[in-house]
């Protein structure tokens, strides 16, 4: 199939980076004592990309995560999402910016134990849907879609204690993506995951970013499940020291090889 060579004009560019971060900065002050958690770091990511974060225990990679989803502000630098200046938001503005455009996905899963799986993906809905200028209803088709993808569909009428490790990570992530955002961020997503779940959980992000056109940066500490990654960019001690170019691959293709 033939490649346009340039976008109509009333669409963005496909190259338009939907994450730079320019020279980002964070300095923690915890009392007298101030703490570097990062110094200069810049990358972009684009549409659609994959990319793993890897690096010890300290170098500051859940750091970045909390100032790309602007849960905190970086000391130093800028960052540019889908090209608005976040740094430059109000507080009401960034809030707006990350409930449509950024989905988490934590190690601990982080579900509301009161409710049912799919209580907690409705909300997560309710949440994106607050201040937006048009209300979107409950994408059912797209639910569908993902209890599918993530291999939950009879198991949304249990509450997360009812569920497996694995059946919980998988409930956070559909939670995620309910919202369609452009951006998800998963700091350590298979963290407490043995390797079959880790597995299934990698394979339906890998597949979610591919079908949806969604950008994944996701932190890990296995180095196999970076290479499911277009990109991999190796942090210490609180800057980026290398980016490499991952295999890009499926882990079931990756690891049975
Ligand atoms: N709220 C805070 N106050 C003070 N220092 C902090 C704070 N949060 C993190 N730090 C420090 O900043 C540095 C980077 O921490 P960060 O949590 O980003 O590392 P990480 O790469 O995610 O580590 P891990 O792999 O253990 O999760 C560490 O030295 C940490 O002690
Ligand atoms: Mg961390």
Redesign the pocket.
């Known amino acids: 199939m033939a490649t346009p060579t340039s976008s109509p004009p009333d669409r963005p560019s496909v190259t338009k980076p939907i994450i730079e971060a320019r020279q980002l900065g ?1 300095v ?3 009392g007298k ?1 101030a ?4 110094s200069d770091v810049s990358f972009t990511a684009d549409p659609g990309e994959f990319v793993a974060i890897v ?12 100032i790309l989803g602007g849960l905190t502000q970086a000391t130093s630098g800028s960052l540019y999402i889908d090209g608005a200046e976040f740094s430059r938001m109000s507080d009401i503005e960034r809030t707006r910016m990350r409930r449509a455009k950024i989905g988490f996905v934590f190690q601990r899963f982080n579900l509301l134990p009161t409710l049912t799986a799919m209580g907690n993906i409705e909300i997560a809905h309710d949440i994106a849907n607050l201040g937006a200028q048009e209300k979107t209803p409950l994408d059912r088709p797209l639910l569908d879609h993902l209890a599918d993808l993530m291999g939950i569909k009879g198991r949304l009428n249990h509450r997360p204690s009812e569920l497996s490790g694995g059946e919980q990570q998988r409930v956070a992530i559909a939670r995620a993506l309910i919202s369609r955002p452009a951006i998800v961020l998963a ?2 997503p298979t963290g407490n995951l043995d390797t079959k779940n880790s597995e299934a959980v990698l394979d339906m992000l890998r597949r979610s970013s591919r079908e949806l056109n969604q950008t994944v940066l996701m ?1 890990t ?1 296995n180095p196999e499940a970076a290479q499911i990654a277009d990109r991999i960019i190796h ?1 210490r001690d ?1 800057r980026i020291r290398t980016i490499e170019k991952g295999a890009a691959r499926l882990v079931h293709e990756a690891w049975t090889e």
Do not use: N
Request: hydrophobic share 30%.
């Open positions: 964070k923690y002050h915890s004592l703490v570097t958690a990062l690096g010890p225990s300290g170098s500051g990679k859940s750091t970045l995560f909390y700091d350590e932190i500490h942090m609180g």
